[in-house]
């Protein structure tokens, strides 16, 4: 099955989505990637889910990726006395460092290394930011502040804090436990929660080793301002605008957005765009008119891939959400402006040869109208770098393993195909145009654009573009 898209989209496995049934209708629709959010999610589920994936991939003999999403550590207020309390603008309050407080005048944060890094001036934020108080002044276990914008509280709210630099792992306990069962069931992509710093990577890349992709999840401040340090080491960005959204003005979400998007295409590396892309389809069969904008944005802006959170996971319409999101996709991509917007925005090449051979093939492409682009690759770099480039022909992606194919179906274009190495350059040559044509992308007489590295099978040493013409029968 091929998608009549090039964006990929990633749908939250649920209580709405959790059958086999399900899941196949998802695929049939146009999800690409299945995530499974360990927030609510146990491991027995987790097995569960990733079997019903993987039936789901070998009958429909396509790889499908799976993201695992770590909850990461999430700050929360206390046992309130009476179990709520109003706060009104101007008043002014203390924090505690308890779980459970007694004075009806105090306000529990059983977190000792908040107490630690909270400054003066700070801003502390509660219940996805509907209340809003400035810190006065802080000690090792109190802390004063004043309302700035008022409202009810209630027990174990969030609690975010924009301005501070959280002494924490991006890890709990429970997400390395996490880790270990998703490692073990063999997932696809890992993605990290709450991500301060390029350390909290770091510390997950060395854990996963290569068994899966890391993918980071910009939701804070403080990773915009080291958003360089952290594209480096991650193998995929997300844009989580939940959480980000609460702790930045929300007028400034869409600016970043961007910085964000750009910052990964110009790396060469995937970047999903989530939260309430279409929240309405929760409760209702159709989107608002905001929330397709919305999407297409994202999509003209070349987003790897948009995401579904709730839709999917526990809403009324998950399939009809899915449909919404491949439509508003195809759309977008047929769209005029959208290959002119995807050109002006083309970044030079690396001086790699890798990079100098995938500006050639993007320029090949063109001049020749080829139908498809064919990379051979054993670690996903060559598929990766030629999404970069943002090309108008489908990218097919040839590799001998299976979970750089399954990995690969994040990222923009590209169409993944498992078959052994390549065993000469005739067999390079022969076999991708016949891939090509078995694959319903070229027809006979249509030609493609193939590239591959010398000596065959080594990682990372594309260097070789060749231009092939589809036989009678592919060949």
Known sequence: MRRRRKTKIVATLGPASSTPEKIKALFDAGVDVFRINMSHTSHTKLGELHAMVRAQEAVAERPIGILVDLQGPKIRLGVLPGGSRLLAEGEQVRFVRKVQAEDPNDIPIPHPEVFQAMKMRHTLLIDDGRVRIRLLTVKDY???????????????????????????????????????????????????????????????????????????KIEKPKALEGLSDILDISDALMVARGDLGVELPLEAVPGRQKQIVRAARKAGKPVVVATQMLESMIGSPVPTRAEVSDVATAVFEGADAVMLSGETASGAYPIEAVQVMDRIAQSVEN??????????????????????????????????HARAVVCWTKSGSTGLRCARERPEAPIIV??????????????????????????DLDDVTDRAARIAYQEGFARPGDRVVITAGIPLGTPGSTNLLRVAFVGPKGG
């Not at 083309?346 to 001049?367: F, G, L, S």
Request: net charge negative; proline share 4%.
């Open 142 to 216: 109190y802390a004063d502040g004043i309302v700035v914008v008022g409202g009810e509280i209630k027990d174990r709210k969030g609690v975010n804090l924009p301005d501070t630099l959280l002494p924490v792992s991006a890890m709990t306990p429970k997400d390395r436990s996490d880790l270990d069962a998703a490692l073990n069931l063999g997932v696809d992509w890992i993605a990290l929660s709450f991500v301060q710093r390029a350390d909290d990577v770091a510390e997950l890349k060395k854990i996963v080793a290569g068994r899966a992709g890391v993918l980071a």
């Open 398 to 423: 040839l590799t001998p393993l299976v979970d750089i194919a399954r990995r690969l179906a994040l990222g923009w274009g590209l169409h993944c195909v498992t078959t052994e190495d390549a065993q």
């Open 335 to 368: 769209d005029p402006l959208y290959l002119s917007i995807l050109e002006s925005q083309r970044i030079a090449p690396e001086e790699t040869t890798a990079d100098a051979i995938m500006a050639a093939v993007h320029e090949v492409t063109h001049t020749i």
